[in-house]
């Protein structure tokens, strides 16, 4: 890489709230990183005309019947250079990641500072720009996650999965004011956390954070 210019990058997760929060945080934190290229399905990223990159950040397993193999190869075909970011890490899928010739095999345990810090390494990027915090750790100041009644965590999962204040009701066969008062106390509660969610997007980052996403 020629110094100071910026790697341009994409990330390919079928799981779109966390593709959210890692696009989130990168742009937030790693900004010698050009994030030009977000995309859940594999004919999403390669149809884009941000596509090739610099650098790609996809998961080894998508619902797509892509193989690794195949998505691998059409990557380093364009250009780009891949980084496998998975959950699904056992020994006998690290090997077949790196037979397609991958730069790096990560798990999404890992921090996302270190993530970066690996993709520095993969791209001959030497800074490293100041990364405050890791895009899983909550984002207040005081970092708590509120206590929820069964009530309240169960209209939030409803929530975030994607229904209306409405359908939250009928799934849980309660009024519909009742269904908009425990998502209200869901949001005034993560404000007395130190972790405003006014937004929905701020609400489905929030259970993705904690453990409410189904």
Known sequence: MVSGERVRLAILDDHEVLLDS?????????????????????????????????????????????????????????????????????????????????????????????????????????????QPRDWRAPVGESGQKPKLSAGEAEALSLYVSGLSTQEVAEHMSVQYETAKTYLRRVREKYVKAGRPASRKADLIRRAAEDGYLR
Not at 25 to 30: L, T
Not at 77 to 103: F, H
């Open 22 to 130: 890692l696009a989130s945080w990168i742009s937030a934190n790693a900004t010698d990183f050009d994030l030009v290229l977000t995309a859940s399905t594999w004919l999403e990223l390669v149809h884009s005309d941000a596509f090739p990159t610099d650098l790609v950040i996809l998961d080894f397993q998508l619902r797509e019947a892509v193989s690794i193999e195949a998505r691998v190869r059409t990557c380093r075909a364009a250009g780009a250079k891949v980084i496998v970011l998975t959950s699904l890490d056992t020994p006998e899928v690290r090997q077949r990641a790196a037979d397609t010739g991958v730069a790096a095999f990560l798990s999404k345990t890992m921090p996302m500072g270190e993530v970066m810090d690996v993709a520095r390494k993969v791209m001959g990027i030497t800074a490293r720009p100041r």
